[in-house]
């Protein structure tokens, strides 16, 4: 906070100091009427009070939480213990909001007022933001005196990707006999039908179907596959990043985790997160709506970082639960995250990784599409040959009909790997 006098201020003190010593010097009033307004607005800023100020208590955004084109608010409540004629507010926005209307305000304010304003604005890109400043200035009423706040707004707002709600399912190599959406391999109580055949000696009694053993003569018993769920890590790459702007690598890295995340936590699986940056960050498979805002937040955090040096971290391998399945979702750019995913591979966990391709490369000459589309091939070669599945999922098409198609096919994509 700081508080000055304006340039009017010296104005008016200036022609009234020159007429008075003019007045003297010529022995003249004339002068001294000319200067005698400017000498009164001293007075009577001087009398009414200088500096005035006004406190602003609070501040909040309309929502914590947001998608990427949705307009927000950002409302201020403002105080004035003594009368502020001249009120200026102003916030200030990163480049990931975008105004919806003026973010300056100009207002007086009597004594005892408390009044609410709000700015409106739209998230434009996804991530964790928020306004950066509030500043507020104040002035009495000829402009005399200037108080000046800088507020920094501590208020974050989390920017989620339009990520779509997926209703498909990866059928697992390995579950855990704990209920969820994932249909066993085993045989047992559930929902889905697994064969229908004679009774028997040692079946039980209440798997007897009355209706279909009436018609054919003699007992029949329907066995069917138990729902169990399963432990899932997804492996978030944020080593590099392609594309512009909003039609980026990392963007669709982030959107596909987000809902792939929630789709599992739905099934009742626990869900673990590995981010790959320059270090590892790793958060355990856990269950729960607390887990999905834990592990949400993360992904809205995730920002390119790129390995540097050779003393680079090491993927948690030996910490991941036995048996889990790891979605990777990565462009597959970086050779450090293809060790990673051989590494998990090789400690028996089934690897599947989702490949999102923007298609925004037009730009790049020929040549250097041709040497990218070279590279990539040999390094999506070289995983399947180790048993990792790679999908490519074409980003100007939701998820849901990549795991659609994926799904049917994985039992000849898994043995082509």
């Not at 400043?133 to 104040?138: C, P, S």
């Not at 501590?154 to 959406?181: I, K």
């Not at 997804?234 to 959107?255: A, E, H, K, N, P």
Request: aromatic share 6%; with cysteine; glycine share 6%.
């Amino acid at each position: 906070m700081s508080r000055h006098l304006t340039y009017r201020f010296w104005l008016c003190t200036s022609i009234g100091v020159a007429s008075v010593l003019i007045a003297i010097a010529a022995k003249n009033l004339g002068p001294l009427a000319f200067g005698a307004p400017f000498l009164w607005v001293l007075v009577l800023s001087i009398t009414e009070g200088w500096w005035p100020m006004v406190s602003v208590p609070e501040v909040e955004l309309s929502t914590p939480r947001t998608i990427e084109g949705d307009e927000i608010e950002l409302r201020v409540r403002v105080e004035s213990a003594k009368s502020a004629p001249w009120v200026e507010l102003e916030v200030q926005l990163p480049a990931a909001l975008e105004p919806r209307g003026s973010l300056r305000l100009v207002e007086g304010f009597a004594a005892g007022d408390s009044v609410d304003k709000t700015f409106a604005m739209t998230a434009t890109r996804w991530g964790v933001t928020g306004p950066e400043w509030l500043t507020v200035v104040t002035r009495d009423s000829f402009g005399i005196s200037e108080r000046v706040q800088h507020l920094a707004i501590a208020n974050r707002l989390r920017v989620h990707p339009p990520t779509e709600r997926l209703t498909s399912l990866l059928p697992l190599a390995y579950t855990r006999p704990v209920s969820g959406d994932h249909r066993s391999k085993r045989r047992g109580g559930g929902t889905e039908l697994a064969e229908v055949r004679p009774y028997r000696t040692g079946d039980p009694i209440r798997q007897i179907h009355p209706r279909l053993s009436a018609r054919r003569a003699k007992p029949m018993v329907l066995e069917r596959h138990p729902d169990e769920s399963s432990d899932t890590v997804i492996f978030v790459d944020s080593v590099q990043d392609i594309g512009m702007d909003l039609d980026s690598s990392l963007r669709w890295t982030v959107t596909a985790a987000t809902a792939l995340s929630q789709r599992h936590l739905r099934s009742m699986d626990r869900v673990g997160i590995i981010d790959r940056g320059a270090g590892v960050r790793w958060l355990p498979p856990k269950l729960g709506r607390r887990a999905l805002h834990t592990i949400t937040d993360s992904l809205l955090s995730t920002a390119v970082l790129r390995p540097r040096g050779e003393d680079v971290p090491t993927v948690p391998v030996d910490r991941i639960p036995r048996g889990a399945t790891i979605f990777a979702l990565s462009p597959l750019l970086s050779a450090v995250v293809v060790q990673d995913l051989l590494a998990m591979r090789r400690r028996g966990h089934e690897v599947i990784t989702i490949q999102p391709i923007a298609q925004n490369s037009a730009t790049a000459s020929v040549t250097a599409q041709r040497v990218f589309r070279v590279a990539n091939e040999a390094r999506r070669r070289k995983l399947t040959s180790q048993g990792v599945v790679v999908i490519p999922w074409n980003t100007d098409e939701p998820l849901e009909p990549t795991l659609r198609r994926t799904g049917r096919n994985i039992g000849r994509i898994r043995a082509v790997s």
